[in-house]
């Protein structure tokens, strides 16, 4: 038997729950904040001092103040409710650190999104006035199982294809379906609350919708979990914002202030929610979202936030803690934990020596080399940059050094380089760099594609022309490897310069290539499906073009082109269109990827890129007959 706790959670999601009198403001002013506070963080709970009431008074104001343009902050928005019961202690800890192990080692899935807890409800609504009547709802709930709620919960892991979690046994696992159902009884009684309590097999996930080849890894993780770890079990009722359930939520890293009146101000630690669905009208780099903590909606530089979880905003109101349940071996567990630590760490002379043997295994290996474009012109110069440097007669001219000198003659008119822009001048410059230090590597390329975009085929010729390899080695244009047509700002496919012109231009193509997708079978606005088999099928036709012997096949195209081009070598299936947006965004100039052939096993391998990473920061433009004024 054990003894229940009821506790008020007044720091928890996505802002600090504060408790308040009101007696003090007016009736408007009272009124409004008690029902945005009891909407977004629960029902007030009263101070015990003077002090702390305006403290906290002062607080929630200031909160209702970085709401003033909220555009909801009047609506009615029902909060959704759901039921959990979370571990606590050193079992908790124990899971946590699977939740990192595996989210390191076999990238995210489903799981990540919230804490380990076991569901004992499914979510439903309850009116913002009757909100109260679930907390009593809950410890009436508590009260009732309390004394034949288990010492000890055994879990059994099971494994499936595409699940990984603990099972708990048929016993144990009635009496919380009988707290999920009693609870469930009393909020419809309090609250008028339709609750459907979870009547399946109980279970604590740990991993969700992976990929088939980390089960293994998975499991081998999962069972160094000790299910008899003290666990102090905790029923919490969480709440979350129903209007973003299918976003994204991202995490703010750093201040930003607003440069025009369409962005968010961020400051670090926001929650931003985006739709990866709506993302249309944000130029590359930038996303839409809503920010959490002023309710308003704008443009963000996406390279300032990073991928948090869907719980990390989700409010918790109340909890009901059950019972202790105690491990007698969890010393030994401990060192022997510790000793398994110190034993998988490798002196510094092997990881030295592991690198230059993986060099020479390059060396003796077919391996592809996806490489996204340098920066081009219209990233650092906006949608405009073609008005800044064309004259009234529509003659070029370089109004700023990032532009580059010239633009290759073709046989239309400057207006054809809006939609199909060319390297800006450092991004010339990066693609030298990332040419040098290939050839610094040692590495062969034996084989060199582009995407038909001037930025990709710019890339590729600086590429190896660092390497002295441009009048010996042809650049192979294929259209199949452009980006996502739904993601180009024209809704058209852009007129692309012709093998004639890039000839013309001094680019040493190869005419005579036979592309999987030529030009004319690109499609406007694609969807997510028809790009990634364009993408499969071009990387077929690509590794069937060239010869089976040793050498790096260069690929410059796109930041979707990393993991457009990457997976089908890997026998991976596409990623879900949220992560593979997120994802590519985040991907900077002269990003890479490297698949290695190993004939041994008949099978791709990522491995490290033979190059460093190329870093530098922004540097924006400078006025000086600004600066005179200014003194």
Known sequence: MGVGSWVFSRCSGAGPGLGLHTAQLSGAEASTLCSRHTRDFGTPSPVETRAGHSVEVAALRHRLHAHRHDPSLDDPIPQEYTLFLCPTGPLLERLEEFWRDSRRQCARNRAHEVFPHVTLCDFFTCEDQKVEFLYEALKKAGDRVLGSFPAVIPLALHSSISYLGFFID??????????????????????????????????????????PHHQRTLEQLARAI???????????????DMRFVHYQTLRTLFQYQPQNEDELALSPGDHVFVDPTQQAEASEGWVIGTSARTGCRGFLPENYTERAREADTWVKHRT?????????????????????????????????????????????????LVVRHGERVDQIFGKSWLQQCCTPDGRYHR???????????RSGSLKDFENDPPLSSCGIFQARLAGDALRDSGLRVAAAFASPALRCVQTAR?????????????????PGIFEWTKWEASKTTPAFMTLEELRDANFNVDADYRPAVPRSSLLPAESYEEYVDRCTLSMGRILAACSPE???????GHGSSLDSCTRPLLGLPPREYGDFAQLVRKIPSLGMCFCEENQEQGRWELVNPPVKTLTHGANSAFNWRNWISAH
Request: aromatic content about 6%; some cysteine; proline content about 6%.
């Open 462 to 478: 600086h590429i190896l022309e660092a390497l002295k390899l441009e009048m010996t080695l042809k650049i192979r244009v294929e």
């Open 399 to 409: 109004p700023d050094l990032n532009f580059p000198q010239s633009l290759p003659r």
């Open 226 to 240: 000790q299910p008899s770890h003290d666990c102090q079990w905790t029923a919490a009722l969480y709440s979350r």
């Open 320 to 368: 009901y803690t059950f019972n202790l349940a105690t491990d007698l071996n969890s010393r030994k567990d401990g060192e022997a934990s510790g000793s398994r630590n110190r034993d998988c760490q490798p002196p510094s002379v092997s990881r030295s020596l592991s690198s230059v043997q993986a060099l020479q295994a390059a060396i003796l290996r077919r391996s592809v």
């Open 550 to 556: 040793a050498g790096i096949i260069l690929v410059v």
């Open 170 to 211: 048929d016993g144990p696992a009635e009496v919380i379906q009988k707290l999920a159902v009693e609870f469930a009884t009393e909020a419809s009684a309090l609250a008028d609350c339709t609750v459907k309590p979870c009547t399946k097999q109980l279970h604590l996930t740990l991993a969700h919708r992976f990929y």
